[in-house]
């Protein structure tokens, strides 16, 4: 079967499109909390909800947002940490890690 020029141009477009979507997509992806690398570091996306007598030195104060393994803007609601490469974890989020930022 022949292929015309507009054919093919449109298979391009479509196809940029679908990796565009593909590449947005993982790097957006969210952290999971059943991912064993945030079981292993207790990680929650809710620092309300970490367990206090778990954790006694957790306050409700730290969140991912003023962790100092944080890696995106203040205001970002979902951001890059240092400890999970290639995931999001949300601002308000917690792990056992947490470090104040200096
Ligand atoms: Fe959040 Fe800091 Fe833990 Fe990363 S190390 S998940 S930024 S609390």
Redesign the pocket.
């Known amino acids: 079967m022949k292929t015309s020029r507009r054919q093919f141009l449109m298979t391009v477009a479509a196809t940029g499109a679908t990796l565009t979507a593909t590449t947005h997509a993982s790097a957006q992806a969210k952290l999971d909390e059943k991912d064993p690398a945030a079981v292993a570091?207790a990680?929650t996306h809710d620092t309300k909800k970490v367990d206090g007598k778990k954790f006694p030195k957790h306050d409700k104060g730290q969140h991912?947002g003023n962790?100092a393994?944080?890696q995106s803007k203040p205001t970002d609601a979902f951001g890059n940490?240092?400890?999970?490469p290639g995931k999001q974890?949300d601002l308000n989020?917690?792990?056992s890690?947490?470090?104040k930022k200096g």
């Not at 940490?81 to 999970?84: I, N, P, S, T, V």
């Open positions: 570091l990680y991912c962790c393994l944080w940490c240092a400890l999970f974890v989020g917690w792990c890690a947490y470090a």
